[in-house]
Structures are given as structure tokens and as C-alpha cells.
């Protein structure tokens, strides 16, 4: 799929700002900038290295000032918005064209002259490769200068006055050296250093809506030009990168090539949009180095892998897309930090010890080991990782951290105090904006079939116990339909708590619907896909909450007291849809018909992929009216929900 802007995308920069490509490397590293070549974020970059997979990541080239002599005239290529006073770089103003296919891709026009540029993040590899194609028409010498932005600051963090910037010229290049880190440069341009100069008034029109840090800072100590005479053409060249031995442009723009084609053909979609999506799937896999396997990053730019995020990612895009090494990968490095029956929630860095604060991730490895099984037959890992399996269920019924336990009726509940357990997990300023202490809708339909799967597999061999599991699989179901069925509403409550909270109707109960094994009769199945239909579907995700609940907020953004509040409080959210649109399938009995419908709402899906983060879909919209994406711009789980749900469709034709 072929990703085209023109200039009335950005007749303004604003309007350029809008949008923006992302380029990962797999080992958690990106490049990212607006379509216009700006920054509108702190967490944007030319270069986001990486040094310790995934996670410790330096903003190391922030952005390229670039600009073209034509004889006497000068010219900007690149945009930047500085401090709102009507200061910018207003390259946008010469750019004819931007494009995405495998990498970003810009045209430029000035009188005479023509620029077309290109920038490649390697994959493995923390090297960008930018290069610049000139034609001169315009009758007089021609000269391209770049000067790299730098800041070598950890992610999200700001250059100090004090820091120090080393230039050194090399043979064919430079390097740059500041905080530790060493920038490589290899140009066929003329690399030149001067003294380092800092710009304090770079503006980030993205994170002040979010409101957060307004301002950033940058250095630079080096310039590379390159010259074209009259009537002539020529390519600049300016690969970047933390390793010495720098690969020439070409070859990082042919392994990228084929890295992503080789993803197209494993995922084996004929259909673009699902075709487009399993590459955006691999944007989030990375290499851990603390675990020497893989793991999924849960978003850009913010997120690290979290283990829901990842359980609920992984089915799509890694199942749905064929890459079950991938899978098994990551499921053997939770398998191996289950404690006392706990997934973890995140691995931190450095010597400190994993989160284990979340009451779903145990459940859903259960879940997405079977969907593992079922899509690969490979028995020989399920036999692997049982006894792990055996042990969460065992710690659920016995109780285990942040008062996840099963009651008397079979059911889990989870969390006390401050504690949230469940995806709905903002706490802020001592306040929990969706409190769901008690027992939630969907921990107990993954439970219910987490329950069902070990059943199966113990009757098919690979342990005992087979009729317990069905008998308190079978309690569970009982308990289940008396008490969360809502007949005034014709839905599932959310929570059994006894407070107010029960009876909102959110998106959690569709979890309930769309699992394998079934816990509600199926008349009630189809009244609760009707019910989330009505209230809270949306092409680009479900609500969180329905609109005529007096909590109900309709707009994400501003400070992060706002934001927090509002964020599973009416926000939707695109990876619930997945789940959504698999109940609708299974209510309908996957006619001719159901696939038919869920194929055309699907399709519009499509202009979300060209707004924001170009062929991503993002973390989250507003509630009300979801016009722009927000959050991350790119979202592990939403990609991998709906992926799964076009490899549903897939297997029922």
C-alpha cells in the first residue's frame, strides 16, 4: 500500500504536523517525524537509538536543518515551529510530495531545481541512511547543506547548558561524541565542524496539547554540503549511526526492502489494508537483551512491553501474520517469570525486579498458548510450558498478589485500595478514576476458558485433574450467568462490586462473547454484541463507557489530571474492536452475510491508517467524536486485534 500527500496537506505546517511516518529497528529503537520533516514532539527523532534492547533509548539526532543555495538565494527543505513568534523553517513550503511504501520519501521543488530525499532506519541496527538526489536546471552552482540537531539525552528528557558535544573528522565522515555516546557519520559531502551552537525554542505543538513539556533544546557542530553544477544531478549521502562500521545507503535501503517483503509473504494476505498491517504488526517486535529473546513494544513513542499489552498483541500480530518463532519466543520468556502465579506487567531495566501488578496477563498467556497450539500443532511446547499454566490456576484458587483470588462461586476477584489490576489501570493523585475492585467481566470469561483450555489438554494427556477443571469450569459458567447477566439492561455488568459501577455499560463484557468457549447461552451473546453496538462501537473502536452515563467524558487532552480522567471514561479504543466485530461473527455463525458486513465496516478503517502515524492505528480517540488519533500514535494491540479479525475472515472463506 502506497501512503500520498500533497501540498494540501500541509497548506499549512499545523496541518503538515498532523502527520507523521515511524520507521522501528527491532531492537527499540525508531525514527519518527511529522510529514513535513519537523518535530511536534520531544519523543520524535531523526535517530531514537537504542543501546540496551528495548528500552534505554537516547534522542541522539533530533532533526536535520536543511538548506539549499541556489546561486545567492537560499532555500529551506526543512520545517520547524520555533516559540509560536511567527519563527520557523518553512520548508514545507517547497515540498511538492511525501510518500511512504517501505521507508519515507520527500519531493521537493525549487526554481530550477529538484530534491528528492529519502531516510531508512536499518533494521538491527541503530544507523539511519538520509540521502538527497539533485537535479540543476536552474543555470547557476547548487549547494545542499545539513546540519544534524543533536541531542544525546535519554527519551523524553532535555540537553543541559553544561553539555558537551565532541567533533572529530574521520576519513569519509566525523564523529560526534557527547554523554557517553559516539556518533558515527560516513558522507560522500563535505563534513565540516564548527563551534557548537544550541537552539533553546523548538516548539512542540503535539506535546503542549497533551500538556506536557513545551520547549526543547538542541546542538549542533557539524555541517555536511554537497555541491551540483549547472545541468548537473548528484546524490548526497549521510549515514548516521552508533556503530562504526556504517553500511552505505543503498544496502540499508535494500535490506529494508526485503525485510518487509518477507514479512508481506509470511503473512500471506492477498487483501492491502491486512496486508499493510502485518507490517505495522513488526514495527513492534523487538529483541531483550536481558532475556535474549523477543518481546512486543506496547506503543510509539511512549510505551515499553508490557505483558497485557503484549498477551493481547501477540495473537494478531504475531499468530495472524506467521511468525510463530516470534510467538514461541516471547511466551518462553514469560513463561520463565511467572511468580506465584503472575505474569508480569512490565520488565524494568537494570537490576530492578518485573511489575507484577495485573490480574490478566497469567489468564491470557493461557489463552494465547492455545491459540498458539491451535495455529501451529505444536504440542511438544504446550507439554513445555503446562506445569506453568498448572500454576496459575492453582495460585488463582489458592490467592495470590494484589488480592487476586477465587471466591466461594468460582469466580475471580481482584484488587484492594489503590490497586488496578485490570486495563482500565489509571490511578491518579490518590484518586481511581474506574475503580473495578471485585470481580470484572472479562478476568472472568478468561478465566471460564482458561479453566476449559486445561481441561482439554489435560484430558488429551498432558496432566490430570481433567474433571476438576470441568467441574469448577462448569461453577464458574453457573455463577457467571446469575450474577453478572443484567436483564433490565439485556448486557453483562462490568464488575461485581456492589457499588454504583456494576451496571455502567462498557466495552469489557464483549471479552465475554468473543472467547472459544462460550459462558452465556447464545440468545444473551447476541443481546450483548447489540447492546456494545448501540452504546459504544464506533468504525475507529469501542467506547469505553457508554455517552449516557452522567460519567461519561467526551474529549481526551490537556493536563495529565484531565487526560487520566478521561481515559477509560468514554475514550475509545481501537483494539476492543477486534473483539467486537469476532462476537459479531460468532453470533451470526460466521454467515456469508456477517463476513460480508464485517469486511465493509473494516474497510473504513483505511483513512485512519493515513491520519496521524502513517499505516498505524493509534492507542486512542475521543469519545465523542473520534477526528483525530491520540495517545500513542501507533498501538501494539489495536494493530494485532484487528489483524486477527481479518485472519478470522481469512479462514472462514
Not at 230 to 259: C, H, I, N, W, Y
Not at 287 to 302: C, D, M, N, Q, Y
Not at 313 to 333: D, W
Not at 335 to 343: E, F, N, V
Given at each position: 500500500m502506497k501512503y500520498m500527500f500533497g501540498k494540501y496537506d500541509w497548506a499549512t505546517l499545523a496541518r503538515g504536523e498532523a502527520y507523521c511516518y515511524l520507521m522501528t529497528n527491532g531492537l527499540g529503537g525508531f525514527s519518527s517525524q511529522t510529514i513535513v520533516g519537523s518535530c511536534c514532539r520531544n519523543d520524535q527523532a531523526v535517530l531514537m537509538a537504542c543501546t540496551h534492547a528495548p528500552n534505554c533509548r537516547y534522542n541522539v539526532v533530533h532533526r536535520l536543518r536543511e538548506t539549499v543555495k541556489v546561486g545567492a538565494r537560499e532555500y529551506s527543505l526543512s520545517s520547524q515551529d520555533f516559540q509560536r513568534h511567527g519563527l520557523a523553517e518553512r520548508g514545507y513550503e517547497a515540498l511538492a510530495a511525501f510518500s511512504f511504501v517501505d521507508y519515507p520519501q520527500w519531493s521537493y521543488c525549487l526554481p530550477g531545481v529538484t530534491v528528492e530525499k529519502t531516510l531508512v532506519l536499518e533494521e538491527g541496527r541503530n544507523t539511519v541512511a538520509v540521502t538527497y538526489r539533485l537535479t540543476n536546471r536552474s543555470g547557476e552552482t547548487v549547494t545542499l547543506?545539513?546540519?544534524?540537531?543533536?541531542?544525546?539525552?535519554?527519551?523524553?528528557?532535555?540537553?543541559?547548558?553544561?553539555?558537551?558535544?565532541?567533533?572529530?573528522?574521520?576519513?569519509?565522515?566525523?564523529?560526534?561524541?557527547?554523554?557517553?555516546?559516539?556518533?558515527?557519520?560516513?558522507?560522500?559531502?563535505?563534513?565540516?565542524?564548527?563551534?557548537?551552537?544550541?537552539?533553546?525554542?523548538?516548539?512542540?505543538?503535539?506535546?503542549?496539547?497533551?500538556?506536557?513539556?513545551?520547549?526543547?533544546?538542541?546542538?549542533?557542530?557539524?555541517?555536511?554540503?554537497?555541491?551540483?553544477?549547472?545541468?548537473?544531478?548528484?546524490?548526497?549521502?549521510?549515514?548516521?549511526?552508533?556503530?562504526?562500521?556504517?553500511?552505505?545507503?543503498?544496502?540499508?535501503?535494500?535490506?529494508?526492502?526485503?525485510?518487509?517483503?518477507?514479512?508481506?509473504?509470511?503473512?500471506?494476505?492477498?487483501?492491502?489494508?491486512?496486508?499493510?498491517?502485518?507490517?505495522?504488526?513488526?514495527?513492534?517486535?523487538?529483541?531483550?537483551?536481558?532475556?535474549?529473546?523477543?518481546?512486543?513494544?506496547?506503543?510509539?513513542?511512549?510505551?515499553?512491553?508490557?505483558?497485557?499489552?503484549?498477551?493481547?498483541?501477540?495473537?494478531?500480530?504475531?499468530?495472524?501474520?506467521?511468525?510463530?518463532?516470534?510467538?514461541?519466543?516471547?511466551?518462553?520468556?514469560?513463561?520463565?517469570?511467572?511468580?506465584?502465579?503472575?505474569?508480569?506487567?512490565?520488565?524494568?531495566?537494570?537490576?530492578?525486579?518485573?511489575?507484577?501488578?495485573?490480574?490478566?496477563?497469567?489468564?491470557?498467556?493461557?489463552?494465547?498458548?492455545?491459540a498458539y497450539e491451535q495455529r501451529t500443532d505444536d504440542n511438544a511446547f504446550v507439554r513445555q510450558v503446562y506445569p506453568v499454566m498448572e500454576e496459575i490456576v492453582r495460585w488463582y484458587q489458592a490467592g495470590t498478589d494484589y488480592h487476586i483470588h477465587m471466591e466461594v462461586d468460582g469466580l475471580i476477584a481482584a484488587g484492594d485500595g489503590d490497586e488496578q489490576v485490570t486495563w482500565m489501570d489509571v490511578r491518579v493523585e490518590g484518586h481511581l478514576p474506574t475503580p473495578r475492585h471485585g470481580k470484572p467481566v472479562e478476568i472472568n470469561a478468561y478465566w471460564y476458558n482458561a479453566l476449559r483450555m486445561m481441561e482439554q489438554w489435560a484430558r488429551a494427556g498432558l496432566g490430570t485433574g481433567a474433571e476438576a477443571y470441568g467441574a469448577l469450569a462448569d461453577r464458574v459458567r453457573q455463577s457467571f450467568c446469575e450474577k453478572f447477566w443484567n436483564p433490565a439492561l439485556g448486557c453483562l455488568r462490568d464488575v461485581l462490586s456492589g457499588t454504583e459501577a456494576d451496571d455502567q455499560i462498557r466495552c469489557n463484557q464483549i471479552w465475554a462473547v468473543s472467547q472459544p468457549f462460550s459462558l452465556l447461552p447464545p440468545e444473551q451473546e447476541a443481546m450483548v454484541v447489540e447492546t456494545v453496538y448501540r452504546h459504544l462501537y464506533t468504525p475507529y473502536g469501542l467506547r469505553t463507557l457508554s455517552p449516557e452515563d452522567r460519567e461519561f467524558r467526551p474529549f481526551y487532552g490537556g493536563a495529565q489530571l484531565d487526560r487520566d480522567l478521561a481515559y477509560h471514561q468514554g475514550t475509545i479504543w481501537p483494539f476492543p474492536l477486534g473483539a467486537y466485530y469476532l462476537a459479531y461473527l460468532k453470533v451470526h455463525g460466521y454467515s456469508a452475510e456477517a463476513r460480508a458486513q464485517v469486511h465493509q465496516d473494516l474497510a473504513l478503517l483505511e483513512p485512519a491508517l493515513r491520519e496521524g502515524c502513517i499505516g498505524q492505528l493509534p492507542e486512542i480517540y475521543d469519545g465523542e467524536n473520534p477526528v483525530a488519533s491520540k495517545g500513542c500514535f501507533a498501538q501494539a494491540w489495536s494493530v494485532g486485534e484487528l489483524l486477527r479479525v481479518f485472519d478470522a475472515l481469512r479462514m472462514a472463506e
Open positions: 547543506s545539513v546540519e544534524p540537531q543533536m541531542q544525546f539525552v535519554p527519551k523524553g528528557e532535555r540537553v543541559t547548558p553544561r553539555q558537551q558535544f565532541a567533533f572529530r573528522e574521520m576519513p569519509g565522515g566525523a564523529a560526534v561524541e557527547s554523554n557517553g555516546l559516539t556518533l558515527y557519520l560516513k558522507t560522500n559531502g563535505q563534513c565540516r565542524g564548527h563551534e557548537t551552537t544550541y537552539c533553546d525554542t523548538l516548539y512542540y505543538t503535539k506535546d503542549v496539547e497533551d500538556g506536557k513539556m513545551a520547549l526543547g533544546r538542541t546542538a549542533a557542530n557539524h555541517t555536511v554540503t554537497f555541491t551540483v553544477e549547472a545541468g548537473g544531478q548528484g546524490t548526497l549521502e549521510l549515514v548516521m549511526g552508533l556503530e562504526p562500521d556504517l553500511s552505505p545507503a543503498a544496502e540499508v535501503r535494500r535490506k529494508t526492502e526485503a525485510f518487509r517483503a518477507e514479512i508481506r509473504t509470511k503473512a500471506g494476505f492477498e487483501e492491502a489494508l491486512p496486508a499493510h498491517l502485518s507490517l505495522a504488526a513488526m514495527q513492534f517486535i523487538s529483541h531483550r537483551v536481558s532475556t535474549g529473546k523477543k518481546t512486543i513494544l506496547a506503543g510509539f513513542p511512549f510505551f515499553e512491553d508490557w505483558g497485557r499489552d503484549t498477551m493481547l498483541a501477540l495473537p494478531g500480530c504475531c499468530l495472524s501474520t506467521g511468525q510463530y518463532e516470534t510467538a514461541r519466543s516471547i511466551l518462553e520468556t514469560f513463561a520463565a517469570y511467572c511468580r506465584r502465579g503472575l505474569m508480569p506487567n512490565l520488565f524494568p531495566e537494570g537490576t530492578e525486579q518485573p511489575w507484577y501488578n495485573t490480574a490478566d496477563a497469567a489468564l491470557l498467556f493461557i489463552l494465547t498458548v492455545y
